[in-house]
C-alpha cells in the first residue's frame, strides 16, 4: 500500500513538470521576442501564416506608395523608381527626388537616408522651384539624400505610416512667388495622395505655413512636423522638392498628368469656403466691383483717386485692396472671389487673379520696360483661369521716369539695353523707381471694355 500510495504522488508531480515545459513552449513560440522566431527568420523562405500576412500587407502598402509615386515621373525615371525603389528628376526650374524605400529623416529634414540594398550614392536637392535662378535659390538650404546607407543611418525616434514630403519654405513674402513656386507645385504634387502625407518644411518658416495653413490641412490631415528638436522620423516613402509646370500655370498633358487650373481653382475656393464660382452666379443689380490693387512704394498710381472717381462715374463699386490685407490670405480670397474687376499695376498682387470668379476681368496696367513680365506672369495665365484680360501699356509720358531721364534717354527709348546690364540693373530702375500717373482718357476707354465684358459675362 506503501509503494502504490506513492505512485498517485509521483504521477501528479510528473504531470504538473510536464504542463509547467508545455506552457513554457508555447509562451515562447506566440512570443513577438521569441527566440524561435529569431531563430525562424534565418531560415530562407521560410513562412508562417502571420508572417505571410505581414509580407501580404507590406507589399500591398509599398505597390499603393508606387502607384503614388510614379505619377511624379515618367520614361526612364520611373523605370529607375519602379525597379530600385529610388529615382530624382531635374529640370530648368526644379529638383525633386522619390523614395518608395523606407526612409530615416535627421538633421531638421536636411538628411534624407535611403534604406536600400542597392548601390551606396549621394544627392544634394535644393527644394524649390527656381534651379534657374540663383539669387532666389541662395537661402534654400541643400537637403542631402544618402542612398543605401542602411548601416549608418540613425534610429528611429518616430515611426510614421505614411509618405514626407520636404519642400523649403525660405524664399516667402511676396505672393506671387509664394502661389507660382510653392503653393501650385504642392498642389501637383501631393493632391493624389489624398491627405495622406506629412509635410516636413526645411528653412522652417512658421508664418508661411500659418498663412497657408488652410491649402496645407486640405492637402494632409496631419500637422507639419518641425524636426527642429533633432529628432529621427521614419517613413516608408518620401518626395524631396516639387513639381512645377510654369508661372501660374497647371498644365493637363505635364506631369502629373490631368490637373488643371479650373481644378485647382476649385480647390481654392472649397478651402477658403469661397461661394461664388462664376459672374453668372452675380445678382443682375448688383453693381459690377472693381478691386483697386493700392500700392504704396513702388508701381503706385501716382493719380489713384482720380482713377477711382472715374471708375465710379462708370458705374463700378470701387473697393481698394492695400497691402496689409495681404497677410490675411482668407479675406483676400472672399473679396476678391466676389469682385467682377481685378485692376493694379504689375506687380504681386495680380497675382491674386487666381481668386477671381469666372468670366471676371483682369486689368492689369503694364509699366515701361515691363512687356514681357506682365504678358507672362499674369496676361498668359488668366486666360488659362477662364478670365478676361486686358492690359493699359503706359506711354513714357505716364511713367516717373519721365521726370527723371530724357525723353531721348535709353531708359526710356530702350529699356532692353537697360536690361542687357544685368537683372538687378533693370530692377532698380522699372520695378523698383517707377511709378505711374495715369492719363484718364485713355484709361477710360479700357474701363469702358472692361464694364462691356462684365455685362456681356453677366448675360
Known amino acids: 500500500m506503501g509503494k502504490e500510495s506513492k505512485r498517485p504522488v509521483l504521477g501528479a508531480a510528473s504531470m504538473a513538470c510536464l504542463l509547467i515545459v508545455v506552457s513554457l513552449c508555447i509562451t ?15 531560415i530562407p523562405n521560410w513562412r508562417g501564416k502571420n508572417d505571410a500576412r505581414e509580407v501580404d500587407e507590406v507589399t500591398i502598402e509599398r505597390d499603393a506608395l508606387m502607384n503614388l509615386l510614379r505619377r511624379l515621373v515618367i520614361g526612364e525615371e520611373r523605370n529607375q523608381l519602379e525597379v530600385g525603389g529610388f529615382t530624382c528628376h531635374f529640370d530648368l526650374h526644379t529638383e525633386m527626388c522619390l523614395s518608395a524605400n523606407p ?39 541643400p537637403v542631402q539624400i544618402l542612398h543605401g546607407d542602411a548601416a549608418n543611418s540613425p534610429p528611429c525616434h518616430f515611426m510614421h505610416g505614411i ?11 511676396n505672393g506671387f512667388h509664394e502661389f507660382s513656386e510653392m503653393v501650385i507645385p504642392l498642389f501637383l504634387t501631393c493632391r493624389h495622395f489624398q491627405s495622406q502625407l506629412k509635410f516636413i518644411t526645411t ?43 510654369n508661372i501660374l500655370a497647371l498644365n493637363t498633358s505635364d506631369v502629373p498628368a ?47 483717386d482720380a482713377v477711382v472717381e472715374l471708375a465710379q462715374e462708370l458705374g463700378f ?8 490685407l495681404g497677410s490675411n490670405l482668407e479675406l483676400w480670397a472672399k473679396m476678391v472671389g466676389s469682385g467682377n474687376v481685378l485692376v493694379g499695376v504689375h506687380g504681386a498682387g495680380l497675382s491674386n487673379e487666381i481668386f477671381l470668379p469666372d468670366g ?25 483661369m477662364d478670365l478676361h484680360y486686358l492690359e493699359y501699356k503706359i506711354e513714357p509720358k505716364e511713367s516717373s521716369l519721365s521726370e527723371v531721364y530724357g525723353p531721348d534717354d535709353p531708359v ?48
Open 412 to 459: 526710356i527709348v530702350d529699356p532692353a539695353s537697360i536690361f542687357a546690364k544685368g537683372y538687378v540693373a533693370g530692377r532698380a530702375v522699372y520695378i523698383d523707381g517707377q511709378n505711374v500717373k495715369i492719363n484718364l482718357d485713355r484709361f477710360k476707354d479700357t474701363l469702358e471694355e472692361a464694364m462691356r465684358l462684365v455685362r456681356h459675362s453677366k448675360t
Open 28 to 42: 515562447l513560440l506566440v512570443s513577438k521576442d521569441s527566440p524561435f522566431l529569431s531563430w525562424r527568420n534565418q
Open 317 to 324: 463699386e470701387v473697393v481698394r485692396a492695400g497691402p496689409t
Open 163 to 173: 509618405p514626407a514630403v520636404i519642400f523649403s519654405t525660405a524664399v516667402t513674402g
Open 103 to 141: 526612409v530615416r529623416i535627421s538633421n531638421r529634414g536636411l538628411t534624407v537616408h535611403v534604406l536600400s540594398n542597392g548601390s551606396q550614392f549621394e544627392r544634394s536637392v535644393r527644394p524649390y522651384a527656381r534651379r534657374e535662378d540663383k539669387h532666389m535659390m541662395t537661402p534654400v538650404t
Open 203 to 245: 528653412d522652417r518658416n512658421a508664418s508661411w505655413i500659418q498663412k497657408y495653413s488652410r491649402i496645407l490641412n486640405r492637402l494632409s490631415d496631419y500637422e507639419a512636423l518641425n524636426l527642429d528638436d533633432g529628432s529621427v522620423h521614419c517613413f516608408p516613402g518620401a518626395v524631396v522638392g516639387l513639381r512645377y509646370h
Open 258 to 304: 490631368g490637373y488643371s487650373m479650373r481644378e485647382f481653382r476649385q480647390f481654392l475656393r472649397e478651402s477658403y469656403d469661397v461661394k461664388l464660382k462664376n459672374v453668372h452666379e452675380m445678382e443682375k443689380l448688383q453693381k459690377p466691383v472693381l478691386i483697386l490693387i493700392s500700392r504704396n512704394h513702388t508701381r503706385k498710381f501716382l493719380n489713384e
Open 360 to 384: 471676371a476681368v483682369v486689368f492689369q496696367v503694364v509699366p515701361l520696360g515691363l512687356d514681357w513680365p506682365s504678358t507672362n506672369f499674369f496676361g498668359i495665365p488668366a486666360t488659362a
